[in-house]
């Protein structure tokens, strides 16, 4: 067996992560002696480690990774897996949209000399949103669970036996912004109003028209915000978006179409 520091050295982590990854039950020493408290490891728990090591890599936490060691499914670990492939490579397409959207703005900066030019690209109008019929589910929920609840309302679509329109959106209830729990309306356009949980009436709002990724939205956000207040008008009611445009429709990033709708009026 190997004593903690050369089971360390071997396998290139710390002794501190060692501790670790016992105190979390990942990787357990096959020996503690009972009178020197020295750790050992057998050779086989250098493949576990390399395991553990490999996992980390793809981005899995250590919680993720404590319930993957425990599965032996052959099918439900595939599925963790490919999973995790999936979230990556979208991770690595947000990371492309993001190089290009700096590169952009260095462009734009050296040519205008104003650090702040992107944000001042968006076109505010005053129009009536437009009336939809639409399954509905409000909760709690953080903005990464927003593809959990679509999945539910997509799942009633031929279950109810109704028409999508496409017209696809959240509303935001909160005050304030917390991403990883807010009270948000995400909802599914559907043409049966007699079958709709909700039907949206059409409401005076200051719209823009957002390009690109989600992650970039409170820009819109800002605009519009500045724009209301600048033309004496006020909030009246809960903000939302309408994703006319986004990756089911092939799209890269960039090409993203988001409308952006304020209930508003005058002071």
């Given at each position: 067996m190997?004593?903690?520091?050369?089971?360390?050295?071997?396998?290139?982590?710390s002794?501190?992560?060692?501790?670790?990854y016992?105190?979390?039950?990942?990787?357990?020493?096959?020996k503690?002696?009972c009178?020197t408290?020295?750790?050992?490891?057998?050779?086989?728990?250098i493949e576990t480690?390399n395991?553990?090591?490999?996992l980390?890599?793809?981005?899995?936490?250590?919680?993720?990774?404590?319930?993957?060691?425990t599965?032996?499914?052959?099918?439900?670990?595939?599925?963790?897996?490919?999973?995790q492939?999936?979230?990556?490579?979208r991770?690595?397409?947000?990371?492309?949209?993001?190089?290009?959207?700096?590169?952009?703005?260095?462009?734009?900066?050296e040519?205008?000399?104003d650090?702040?030019?992107?944000?001042?690209?968006y076109?505010?109008?005053?129009?009536?949103?437009?009336?939809?019929?639409?399954?509905a589910?409000?909760?709690?929920?953080?903005?990464n669970?927003?593809?959990?609840?679509?999945?539910?309302?997509?799942?009633?679509?031929?279950?109810?036996?109704?028409?999508?329109t496409?017209l696809?959106?959240?509303?935001?209830?909160?005050?304030?912004?917390?991403?990883?729990?807010?009270?948000?309306?995400?909802?599914?356009?559907?043409?049966?109003?007699?079958?709709?949980?909700?039907?949206?009436e059409?409401?005076?709002?200051?719209?823009?028209?957002?390009?690109?990724?989600?992650?970039?939205?409170?820009?819109a956000?800002?605009?519009?915000?500045?724009?209301?207040?600048?033309?004496?008008?006020?909030i009246?009611?809960?903000?939302?978006?309408?994703?006319?445009?986004?990756?089911?429709?092939?799209?890269?990033?960039?090409?993203?179409e988001?409308?952006?709708?304020?209930?508003?009026?005058?002071?």
């Amino acid at each position: 067996m190997l004593q903690i520091g050369a089971f360390s050295k071997i396998c290139q982590v710390s002794v501190k992560t060692l501790h670790h990854y016992d105190k979390l039950g990942l990787l357990t020493p096959a020996k503690v002696d009972c009178f020197t408290g020295y750790r050992y490891y057998k050779t086989e728990q250098i493949e576990t480690m390399n395991y553990l090591k490999r996992l980390k890599r793809y981005g899995f936490s250590l919680e993720e990774i404590q319930i993957l060691i425990t599965i032996s499914d052959q099918k439900e670990l595939t599925d963790a897996l490919r999973k995790q492939s999936s979230k990556l490579k979208r991770e690595q397409q947000e990371m492309a949209a993001i190089q290009n959207e700096l590169q952009t703005h260095i462009s734009v900066f050296e040519r205008t000399g104003d650090i702040m030019t992107y944000q001042k690209g968006y076109t505010i109008e005053i129009k009536n949103s437009p009336e939809m019929n639409v399954l509905a589910v409000r909760a709690k929920m953080g903005v990464n669970e927003f593809g959990n609840y679509y999945g539910a309302l997509f799942e009633r679509v031929p279950k109810e036996q109704v028409t999508p329109t496409r017209l696809n959106g959240a509303r935001y209830y909160d005050e304030e912004f917390n991403h990883e729990s807010s009270d948000i309306q995400v909802f599914m356009g559907i043409k049966e109003k007699d079958k709709a949980d909700v039907v949206m009436e059409p409401c005076k709002c200051a719209m823009t028209i957002h390009h690109g990724g989600y992650s970039t939205l409170s820009e819109a956000y800002g605009a519009i915000a500045t724009w209301i207040v600048e033309n004496g008008y006020e909030i009246a009611g809960a903000p939302f978006d309408l994703y006319k445009k986004n990756q089911f429709d092939s799209l890269s990033l960039e090409d993203w179409e988001t409308e952006v709708y304020f209930p508003v009026r005058k002071k």
